[in-house]
Antibody, heavy 120, light 108 residues
Framework: QVQLQESGPGLVKPSQTLSLTCTVS??????????WSWIRQPAGKGLEWIGR???????NYNPSLKSRVTISIDTSKNQFSLRLNSVTAADTAVYYC????????????WGQGTLVTVSS | EIVLTQSPGTLSLSPGERATLSCRAS???????LAWYQQKFGQAPRLLIY???NRATGIPDRFSGSGSGTDFTLTISRLEPEDFAVYYC?????????FGQGSKLEIK
């Protein structure tokens, strides 16, 4: 069974960079059958897709965040990462990493989520 | 960007009753790319249905999905206590994934 686990600082100062890593176990991140994605959810609100990365390193981002986001993949460590620049309080949310099946493009496995608070 | 609008916002029902949740898209959605998720408080979403009507592994057959074009429905035939949660629809189109705002299913 695939497992995903987010890790990174739970508190980030305004204007700084949010950095999170997702470690995948129980399966290879190099599988060509999947994309690897980040999604966030502010408290009490809905889900917002941030972006995705393929095993080749190719990426797609939500246009609303594209200027501030970088997602990368490290196949040697079975990990992928998120960097979000110039954060504000509006970026405070639970951040999830998830696997995307590349035929039907649904999110089949999710991490438990990690709360990131932007505050001075 | 395709906007998904879910209704009702909150549905109050009793165990054993039938639940019908709606997801309406601002543009036509490919039937391959419409999914439903269940989220309980403090947990990550769980995939229920993909490609409109296909149940994910381990999902009970009381959950079913239907629809096409811009109108989609998730039906829970007989509610169990563990079904009370928030439900989201999700689509993929034009290199962008979007989610509905969610429908909360609460115990009456």
């Amino acid at each position: 069974q695939v497992q995903l686990q987010e890790s990174g600082p739970g508190l980030v100062k305004p204007s700084q960079t949010l950095s999170l890593t997702c470690t995948v176990s129980g399966g290879s991140i190099s599988s060509g059958s999947y994309y690897w994605s980040w999604i966030r959810q502010p408290a009490g609100k809905g889900l917002e897709w941030i972006g995705r990365v393929y095993t080749s390193g190719s990426t797609n981002y939500n246009p609303s965040l594209k200027s501030r986001v970088t997602i990368s993949i490290d196949t040697s460590k079975n990990q992928f990462s998120l960097r979000l620049n110039s954060v504000t309080a509006a970026d405070t949310a639970v951040y999830y990493c998830a696997r995307v099946y590349n035929v039907f493009l649904f999110f089949d496995w999710w991490g438990q989520g990690t709360l990131v608070t932007v505050s001075s | 960007e395709i906007v998904l609008t879910q209704s009702p916002g909150t549905l109050s029902l009793s165990p054993g009753e039938r639940a019908t949740l709606s997801c309406r898209a601002s543009q036509s959605v490919s039937s391959n790319y419409l999914a439903w998720y269940q989220q309980k408080f403090g947990q990550a979403p769980r995939l229920l249905i993909y490609a409109v009507s296909n149940r994910a592994t381990g999902i009970p057959d009381r959950f079913s999905g239907s629809g096409s074009g811009t109108d989609f429905t998730l039906t829970i035939s007989r509610l169990e206590p563990e079904d009370f949660a928030v439900y989201y629809c999700q689509q993929y189109g034009s290199s962008l994934y979007t989610f509905g705002q969610g429908s909360k299913l609460e115990i009456k």
